[in-house]
């Protein structure tokens, strides 16, 4: 997964490039879409350190054809009691759907950089995440990137319907999204190194080491990162047509865009 903030740009990216319907569709839903584009990665947050049912079930929605989470989209936009909730949930699920077009256009070039470079896949996002920042003219270090996501009754609505999940554990999982997203951006570099050291005791130090970004740059990754930063350049455009084909499905006018067959590990 592309880190917080790259999902978070992407997603706002396609938005001034999308249908004028679905832009008053997003704008109306405004906080509904915003967590929508972080996908299932939020499930991953709940309870992060040990593994349990929620957390497994985001890391097997990301092997999972797209197309079967969109199906349930469609079918929950059909079963919506009122237009309110019909809007929540389409501009979740085109929240979604950006965070399917660049995931699956980036996973697999990252998976393969891992295992050339010896680079972790955590350390190579977290890299993204840095540059495109300094594109965006904020500093790295201190910005908060998950102010955006709020626990209101539409989000935790929308989310726990379409990952069929306790409301209440989607909401602690959104809530641990955003605090340690700040541990890992925000915190000091002293705070940074205690928590590594405590990660060697948890078995995560592997997986959660290189979600931390560092003051210095991650060494070897800036040829990766200049081949990530125009795949998702190039992403915009592709993302705002898949866009106008989803809707065209969920309204039952149109087949399954094509690109859900893929998954969100870009196989």
Same mark, same amino acid.
């Given at each position: 997964?592309?880190?917080?903030?790259?999902?978070? *740009?992407?997603?706002?990216?396609?938005?001034?490039?999308?249908?004028?319907?679905?832009?008053?569709?997003?704008?109306?839903?405004?906080?509904?879409?915003?967590?929508?584009?972080?996908?299932?990665?939020?499930?991953?947050?709940?309870?992060?350190?040990?593994?349990?049912?929620?957390?497994?079930?985001?890391?097997? #929605?990301?092997?999972?054809?797209?197309?079967?989470?969109?199906?349930?989209?469609?079918? *929950?936009?059909?079963?919506?009691?009122?237009?309110?909730?019909?809007?929540? #949930?389409?501009?979740?699920? #085109?929240?979604?759907?950006?965070?399917?077009?660049?995931?699956?256009?980036?996973?697999?070039?990252?998976?393969?950089?891992?295992?050339?470079?010896?680079?972790?896949?955590?350390?190579?996002e977290t890299e993204l995440e840095r540059r495109l920042l300094e594109r965006e003219h904020m500093r790295p270090l201190h910005s908060n990137l998950t102010c955006h996501l709020k626990i209101t009754a539409q989000t935790v609505r929308a989310s726990s319907r379409l990952f069929d999940e306790d409301p209440i554990k989607v909401a602690k999982a959104i809530m641990s999204f955003r605090t340690m997203n700040r541990l890992f951006i925000n915190s000091s570099e002293r705070t940074k190194r205690f928590c590594c050291f405590l990660l060697r005791f948890t078995g995560s130090y592997g997986v959660i080491h290189g979600m931390f970004m560092r003051k210095q740059p991650t060494p070897g990754c800036e040829a990766i990162t200049d081949h990530l930063e125009r795949e998702f350049n190039e992403a915009v455009p592709k993302g705002a047509e898949l866009l106008s084909d989803l809707l065209t499905y969920l309204r039952g006018k149109g087949p399954m865009p094509e690109a859900f067959q893929g998954n969100f590990n870009g196989e």
């Open positions: 997964m592309p880190a917080a903030f790259a999902h978070d *740009l992407y997603g706002r990216k396609v938005y001034m490039e999308a249908d004028p319907v679905i832009k008053r569709i997003i704008k109306k839903e405004r906080y509904c879409f915003l967590l929508g584009v972080h996908g299932p990665d939020i499930l991953f947050f709940y309870k992060a350190l040990g593994k349990n049912k929620v957390n497994q079930k985001g890391v097997r #929605m990301h092997g999972e054809p797209a197309a079967k989470l969109m199906e349930r989209g469609r079918m *929950l936009v059909r079963e919506a009691e009122t237009k309110d909730e019909r809007d929540e #949930m389409i501009a979740y699920l #085109m929240g979604v759907a950006c965070h399917f077009c660049l995931d699956n256009r980036v996973h697999a070039y990252v998976n393969a950089e891992e295992k050339r470079a010896g680079i972790t896949h955590a350390e190579i």
